[in-house]
């Protein structure tokens, strides 16, 4: 009797091993043949659930920003619930901003391809949409953490510029933790997004 295959799960090995080859080799080297290899399946069975890279790679692309965003969307409510400016609320902004730093190793290997997805979408046009939900998203949590920890009566501009300030920083720490592991560790990503939440309490 055939074993059965579960064509959901069967997608996920395959994306798990496009994001394995793109932290170790770069995005360049995700070829259906490459990533047939890595899951251990023939070029065929990636075609049955692929059409071709393009597909593999959109779809990738778009795992990666849904699990992203629904770790940042899990921690919200700690940010919202909490008293405001309380220890409890620092914890739970520290925890939110986490889940978009590469502080183990899946998060890590989502950064990586994160970070070469919107990279390549800017000449890549099937991957554009996807890169710009991803901001669309992110921005989206990044505005209510600021106006959790900002006054009630602050302007609306100023939430925004916040909320852009708070993605620069959290964007150029994950991009040096990857490229320079040694010297920005979790510890030094941590006390980096520490002293950003100071400036922005005050």
Not at 95 to 114: I, K, Q
Request: net charge negative; with cysteine; glycine share 6%.
């Amino acid at each position: 009797m055939p074993k059965i295959v579960n064509p959901q799960a069967r997608r996920q090995d395959v994306v798990e091993a496009v994001l394995r080859i793109i932290a170790v080799d770069g995005l360049e080297r995700a070829s259906l043949r490459e990533v047939a290899d890595e899951a251990g399946l023939a070029v065929g069975s990636v075609r049955h659930y692929f059409a071709g890279s393009d597909e593999l790679l959109q779809y990738s692309f778009a795992t990666v920003v849904d699990r992203i965003v629904s770790r940042l969307n899990d921690s919200l409510p700690g940010v919202t619930a909490a008293g405001s400016r309380s220890p409890e609320q620092r914890a739970a902004v520290l925890t939110l901003l986490g889940g978009l730093l590469p502080l183990d190793e899946t998060r890590a290997v989502e950064a990586c391809a994160w970070l070469a997805f919107k990279n390549s979408a800017r000449i890549r046009p099937f991957l554009a949409a996807v890169a710009d939900r991803s901001h669309r998203e992110v921005a989206a949590v990044a505005g209510q953490v600021v106006a959790a920890l900002m006054p009630p009566d602050e302007p609306q501009e100023s939430l925004v510029l916040e909320a852009e300030r708070l993605l620069a920083t959290v964007d150029g720490l994950c991009m040096h933790a990857l490229l320079q592991p040694g010297w920005m560790t979790a510890q030094m990503c941590t006390d980096v997004l520490e002293r950003h939440l100071d400036g922005l309490s005050r």
